[in-house]
């Protein structure tokens, strides 16, 4: 199983990418479906991709972990992204 990552940043108010905040999303594909699971860095904490990939990847291989399945829809960042924007943080 190849897991491969995504991260998203918040944009500060001068529209650079902020070194706080955002989310990690690890996921696998199969034929049909795509299985994902994220970890959060709260607005206050510095971002960092190393943290962020262990925890999103060991939430996805923990049988503990609940992980999200959704359908396969190419291109598949754009589907991801469609879904944590609804799903995790309410807005289109």
Known sequence: MTVKFM???KLNNRNEISPHG???IAYTCTLTEICLASALCHDN?????EIGRRIAK???QSSK???DV??????ITETIADYVAVELFDSP
């Open 7 to 9: 991260h998203i940043r």
């Open 22 to 24: 955002g989310i990690t």
């Open 45 to 49: 904490d510095l971002f960092s991709f």
């Open 58 to 60: 060991g939430r996805l």
């Open 65 to 67: 972990c609940e992980t």
């Open 70 to 75: 959704i359908p396969l829809k190419p291109p």
